[in-house]
Structure formats: C-alpha cells, structure tokens
C-alpha cells in the first residue's frame, strides 16, 4: 500500500497569504497525484488533476506541481473562502490512498 | 450537469446489513469507472471499492474485503454497496465518486450517513 503523509497537519494563516502543503508517498507514483478540498459537511471537491493539471472553475491561485515521491500543492494570495481540509490522493496503485489531510485555519 | 445522488444510509445494528444507492445522471455513466469511498466521524477519507464500467472488473479495500458487494446497473445509471456484518467502525459517510481512465475520482456525490450502533 502506498502512504501518503501530507505537512503540516494544520496551519493558521491571513489572508493574502501563499501556502504550501507537500504529500510525499512511500514510493514512486509518477503524475498520479490529486488534491481536494473539503469544508465541513461537504463532499471532497476536486482542485488538482495529475500533479499539476488545472480544473475548470478552481480559482488560479490553487496550483499543483510534483512528481515521483514529492508533491506540493500552493495556494497564491489565500482568501477567507479558502479555509477547508486539503488531501492529497494517489490514483498509481491499488489501494487507492489519501493524505491525512490539512487543516486550513484563516486567522 | 454532472450529478451523483446517494441514498440507503441509516441506523444500523452492528452484524445487520445495508444497501447503499448511488443515482448518476449528467454523464454518459456506462462509460466510467465508480467507486465508494468513506470517511468516519472527524477523520480522513478512505477508499472503499472500485467497479470498472462493465462490471468486469472489481476491487475492495481490505478492511471491508468479504463483507462488501459492490455492483452496478448500466441501464438504470446507479451504482450500488451491499454491506454485510457491518461494524461500529464501518460508521462512516459514504460517497461514490466517478472515476477516470487513470484512476482519478473527479467527481463526488454529497455522502449518505451509515452509522452502525446498537
């Protein structure tokens, strides 16, 4: 089974801010890594696609990069809306794997 | 627009059983892979079960493997979690996601509650 292990595990910043949350699996999962963001009561949303691709109508300050072992999502210019739970999650193996989670708290 | 609509979810005895129901609509949903995934109360998300688009392939994680069906009904766009001998550390909020040809669950439904007490 390949772990992921996101850091930190929770971070407090203001706004306007540049976050950086990494994920780093147990061994190589190539470009198949993905990050969500979760608000409380809500289902995961997804915010990045392989690595570093972009979704349609997530904001582009949300922007991924990585690959093999070490991943690392940044949030440019964080705004109010932006404190939520972020996982990472790998699609290379089975078990299907994700992070323990972020805890994003805006000061 | 793409939507997934759980249903099933409920107070259950621990031993007793439940049919979770996932409802697709917006996609061609005989195309895509499904999954289940979960997440327990306060805790992080875990993958339950995978189903290819034709039900030829199937997969489960090992802490449901034995007590867990996952299956599908192409004509009716559902999806669907049988759950046998269920246990207090099976309370969780269930989710079936869409999935892609590499494996990415891109799209999430809002969850239903299991929740196994006696």
């Known amino acids: 089974e390949i772990v992921l292990t996101q850091s930190p595990d929770f971070q407090s910043v203001t706004p306007k801010e540049k976050v950086t949350i990494t994920c780093r699996a147990s061994q190589s999962i190539g470009g198949s890594l993905h990050w969500y963001q979760q608000k409380p009561d809500q289902s995961p949303k997804l915010l990045i696609k392989?690595?570093?691709q972009s979704i349609s109508g997530v904001p582009s300050r949300f922007s991924g990069s990585g690959s093999g072992t070490d991943f690392t999502l940044t949030i440019n210019s964080l705004e109010a809306e932006d404190a939520a739970t972020y996982y990472c999650h790998q699609s290379s193996s089975l078990p299907r794997t994700f992070g323990q989670g972020t805890k994003l708290e805006i000061k | 627009e793409v939507q997934l609509v759980e249903s099933g979810g409920g107070l259950v005895q621990p031993g007793g059983s439940l049919r979770l129901s996932c409802a697709a609509s917006g996609f061609t949903f005989s195309s895509y892979s499904m999954n289940w995934a979960r997440q327990a109360p306060g805790k992080g998300l875990e993958w339950v079960s995978y189903i290819s688009s034709s039900s030829s392939t199937i997969y489960y994680a090992d802490s449901v493997k034995g007590r867990v069906t996952i299956s599908r009904d192409n004509a009716k766009n559902s999806l669907y979690l049988q759950m046998n001998s269920l246990r207090a550390e099976d309370t969780a909020v269930y989710y079936c996601?869409?999935?892609?040809?590499?494996?990415?669950?891109?799209?999430w439904g809002k969850g239903t509650t299991v929740t196994v007490s006696s």
């Open positions: 996601a869409r999935g892609d040809i590499g494996g990415l669950m891109d799209v």
């Open positions: 392989y690595a570093s």
